[in-house]
């Protein structure tokens, strides 16, 4: 049976898997932490979920690991769901500070541990996390066009780069890639606002890497948005004036909308044309089944509406 990923379906909704095995330490995991696993993964598959996003590093490993443990006791579900993974951190260790590593030994070492932990022969897609200003771009290569050569990982992308970033590492590499995770959300909106600061005093101030969107949309890049609930803010906690008029705008269009406002949310990320995939990552199985609307109806946001959301989130008016 073939995966979706080798179906080539484009998956419009994620689960990140970041929440799942117990705490932010190296305390191992319990019956507990595979439970709530279990059922954080049921809500996203009931939700139309099949993408599951991972790095090695999450709860020091122990989120891969109880992931592998739902694997196992539910055959057939590696074939139904698209597994993806990141490397390239590595957390702080006794008087050593945390790191990036994208050396290609180190990568290879990584994947091969990511696969024991998941229990899975290949990964879908692996992601590199960050960028390592060490790294050499032609030594990554070798490493993922020997990791591919394997059969252990079918596709590639990047997290956290930017437009020359990813033409550097792609110049030397000859498979595509396939993705790059960022943060966006309609609480950090710098990819966005950096288009329209063009020729304005704010643009120095703004720090994102302009272009990177387009050559992301030029060259098949799909574009993940980790992130994406902005934490609550919309749908939960407020703490400014802006923040209070989105959510009540958030929790207005939901009503009108028969849906809820955490998919209000993600559908602002989804009605972009950059094809925006946003990645959900809370554990609890509630607030997942939320997000269903955004994986199985298209963006129900006129174009009004999607600005309205933007300039009441910006708390002022465009330039």
């Given at each position: 049976m073939t995966t979706n990923a080798e179906?080539?379906?484009?998956?419009?909704?994620?689960y990140g898997c970041m929440g799942l095995g117990g705490s932010w330490d190296t305390t191992p995991h319990g019956a507990a932490d595979i439970a709530a696993a279990e059922a954080a993964v049921e809500a996203a598959l009931d939700s139309g979920i099949t993408t599951f996003d991972h790095a090695d590093i999450y709860r020091h490993g122990?989120?891969?690991?109880?992931?592998g443990e739902v694997l196992a006791r539910a055959p057939g579900l590696r074939e139904r769901i698209v597994l993806q993974t990141k490397c390239g951190i590595r957390l702080a260790d006794g008087d050593r500070p945390g790191i990036y590593d994208l050396r290609g030994g180190s990568i290879v070492r990584r994947v091969e541990e990511s696969l024991g932990r998941l229990r899975t022969d290949v990964l879908d897609v692996l992601l590199l996390h960050r960028p390592d200003p060490l790294a050499d771009p032609e030594d990554i290569a070798d490493a993922l066009t020997s990791l591919h050569r394997q059969g252990l990982v079918r596709s590639f992308g990047v997290s956290n780069m930017s437009a020359a970033q990813i033409s550097t590492l792609q110049s030397c590499l000859g498979l595509p890639l396939v993705a790059n995770q960022l943060e966006m959300s309609l609480h950090r909106r710098d990819w966005l606002e950096a288009g329209v600061l063009v020729n304005t005093h704010e643009a120095a101030a703004n720090g994102f890497?302009?272009?990177?969107?387009?050559?992301?949309?030029?060259?098949?890049?799909?574009?993940?948005?980790?992130?994406?609930?902005?934490q609550g803010r919309f749908t939960g906690r407020q703490e400014t004036p802006a923040e209070r008029a989105t959510a009540q705008l958030v929790t207005s269009l939901a009503e009108a909308k028969g849906t809820t406002p955490e998919t209000v949310l993600l559908w602002w990320l989804q009605r972009h044309p950059a094809r925006i995939a946003p990645v959900i990552g809370s554990a609890r199985p509630d607030r997942v089944r939320?997000?269903?609307?955004?994986?199985?109806?298209?963006?129900e946001l006129t174009h009004e509406e999607w600005y309205r959301l933007w300039i009441t989130a910006r708390g002022a008016a465009l330039p």
């Open positions: 179906k080539g379906g484009e998956q419009r909704l994620l122990k989120a891969e690991a109880v992931f890497p302009l272009g990177t969107l387009e050559h992301c949309r030029a060259n098949g890049v799909r574009l993940q948005a980790w992130g994406a609930l902005a939320a997000c269903g609307d955004a994986a199985r109806r298209e963006p």
